[in-house]
T-cell receptor
Framework: QQQVKQSPQSLIVQKGGISIINCAYE??????FPWYQQFPGKGPALLIA?????SEKKEGRFTISFNKSAKQFSLHIMDSQPGDSATYFC?????????FGQGTTLQVKP | EAGVAQSPRYKIIEKRQSVAFWCNPI?????LYWYQQILGQGPKLLIQ????????DSQLPKDRFSAERLKGVDSTLKIQPAKLEDSAVYLC?????????????FGSGTQLSVL
C-alpha cells in the first residue's frame, strides 16, 4: 500500500514532442505528490508538485494532471528539449515520509 | 545559498568492511533524510531526523546500519559490516519544514561499491 508505481521505465521523444509519464498509488492517505528530476551524478531536484485538492498544476512546460478517484497522476512535458533528458521520479508523501516511484529515463532526440 | 554537502563522493570497500558517510544540510533546515538509491531504482528512505531526533527509521537495517545527527546539524551514516547488496548511491536530503514531505533538497550522494 506504500508503493508508487511508475511507467514507462524509459521513454524516447523527438525534440518538440510531448513526454508523458504516469504514476499510480494505493494509499489514500498520501497528501502531496511531487515530481523530481535527476541528472547523472546528481541528486534528484524538485520539478513540480501538486496536492490532491486540485486536478492540474502547470509550471512553464511542465504540467501535473491528478485524478484522485483513479489514484493516478501524470507529468506532461510540452515542447520537450534535449536538455530535458534525465530520469524523472514521481513520489507521494504522507506524514513527512516521501515514497518514490521506480523512475523513468527520458531521452529527447534532437 | 549553499546546497547539501556530502562526502566522500565515491567509496570502494570490500564486503565485511565498515564505511561512513557524512552530510551537511542546508543551514537552518530542521529535517534531514538519508536515502539509498540502488542503480535503476527510485530512492528509498532509510532514516529521517527532525532536529537531532529520529522521526522514522523503519526501513533502516539496524543490524548493520546506524545514523546520527550531531547537534541537529551534520549527520553521519555508517554501515558495519558491509554486504554486496549495499552497493548503491547514498543520498542525503534536507528540508526547511517540519517533515511534512515538502521540498527536499538533495546532495549529489556518495556512490558506494562493495566488492
Amino acid at each position: 500500500q506504500q508503493q508508487v508505481k511508475q511507467s514507462p521505465q524509459s521513454l524516447i521523444v523527438q525534440k518538440g514532442g510531448i513526454s508523458i509519464i504516469n504514476c499510480a498509488y494505493e494509499n489514500t492517505a498520501f497528501d502531496y505528490f511531487p515530481w523530481y528530476q535527476q541528472f547523472p551524478g546528481k541528486g534528484p531536484a524538485l520539478l513540480i508538485a501538486i496536492r490532491p485538492d486540485v486536478s492540474e498544476k502547470k509550471e512553464g512546460r511542465f504540467t501535473i494532471s491528478f485524478n484522485k478517484s483513479a489514484k493516478q497522476f501524470s507529468l506532461h512535458i510540452m515542447d520537450s528539449q534535449p536538455g530535458d533528458s534525465a530520469t524523472y521520479f514521481c513520489a507521494a508523501s504522507t506524514t513527512g515520509k516521501l515514497i518514490f516511484g521506480q523512475g523513468t529515463t527520458l531521452q529527447v532526440k534532437p | 545559498e549553499a546546497g547539501v554537502a556530502q562526502s566522500p563522493r565515491y567509496k570502494i570497500i570490500e564486503k565485511r568492511q565498515s564505511v561512513a558517510f557524512w552530510c551537511n544540510p542546508i543551514s537552518g533546515h530542521a529535517t534531514l533524510y538519508w536515502y539509498q538509491q540502488i542503480l535503476g531504482q527510485g530512492p528509498k528512505l532509510l532514516i529521517q531526523f527532525q532536529n537531532n531526533g529520529v522521526v522514522d527509521d523503519s526501513q533502516l537495517p539496524k543490524d548493520r546500519f546506524s545514523a546520527e545527527r550531531l547537534k541537529g546539524v551534520d549527520s553521519t551514516l555508517k554501515i558495519q559490516p558491509a554486504k554486496l547488496e549495499d552497493s548503491a548511491v547514498y543520498l542525503c536530503a534536507s528540508s526547511p519544514l517540519t517533515g511534512l514531505g515538502e521540498k527536499l533538497f538533495f546532495g549529489s550522494g556518495t556512490q558506494l561499491s562493495v566488492l
